[in-house]
Structures are given as C-alpha cells and as structure tokens.
C-alpha cells in the first residue's frame, strides 16, 4: 500500500484554492445571470412561476451558457480574476446572442411571453453555441 500522506498534503494546500475559485465562479455566474434577466425586455421568473415553458427554456440556455465557459476557465484558471473578467465576456456574448435571435425572428420577448416554445428553443441552442465556442477559445 502507497502513502497517502502526500495527497492529504496536496488535498490540504489546494482545498482553499479550489473552493475560492468556486465560489468566485458562483458569484460570477449568479451575477452575470442576475445582470441578464435584468437586461431581458420580460420577467422570465413570473413567466416561469405562470407555467411557460418557453420562459424557462430560455432561461435555462442563458444558465446553461453562462456557466459552460466559466466551466473551461476555471480549469485553466491563474487566479480569481480569470473567472471574473471571462465571466464579464461570457455576458456580453450571450447577451449578443439574445439580441442576434430577436434580430432573426423578430419580437423574440413576445415570442416568449406568448409561450413560443419553438423560438425560445431556437434561443437556448444558440446560447448553448456560443457557450461552445466561447468555452474552447476561453480553454486556448
């Protein structure tokens, strides 16, 4: 049988590292995520808490497309101010992608507040894209 002495030390010397890392991750995600349902033209939790489902596909794809990147910065993450200036662009992206579905579709808040599951699945795999590509260019 080995020693597991040196892992306890390396579990030991980087626990404190990881969870700071996480939690600035958290902070981040829950931020970026609170900034864009504030930047959003509809509430998606009173839509979601009403029963729409395309409120909650849309809204999941933003979660969804926010974390997906701060997931491959952390892991080649420096330190703490990795994750909150990747987390900063992460936004912005996803924010241009709303933006960029409404272009195309046109009234993609009243798509969304009509329940229009079609539109806000259209959102969401967009979202999930960038999230995609953002994640891999993020990762270098």
């Not at 909650?56 to 969804?64: D, E, N, P, R, V």
Request: glycine share 8%; with cysteine; aromatic share 8%.
């Amino acid at each position: 049988m080995t020693d597991p002495m040196p892992v306890l030390h390396s579990l030991f010397a980087g626990l404190p590292v990881l969870l700071l890392h996480l939690a600035t991750a958290t902070i981040v995600w829950l931020a970026a995520l609170a900034l864009y349902l504030w930047i959003t033209p509809h509430d998606e939790f009173t839509l979601i808490r009403a029963g729409n489902e395309a409120a909650a596909i849309s809204l999941g794809g933003a979660a969804i497309g926010l974390a997906v990147p701060l997931g491959f910065c952390l892991a080649g993450s420096v330190n703490v101010w990795d994750v909150v200036i990747w987390g900063s662009v992460t936004l912005v992206l996803q924010l241009i992608a709303f933006r960029l579905v409404d272009w195309v579709l046109g009234s993609l808040s009243a798509r969304i507040e009509a329940n229009e599951r079609s539109a806000a699945i259209f959102l969401a795999m967009v979202k999930a894209a960038i999230a995609c590509l953002t994640a891999a260019a993020v990762a270098g």
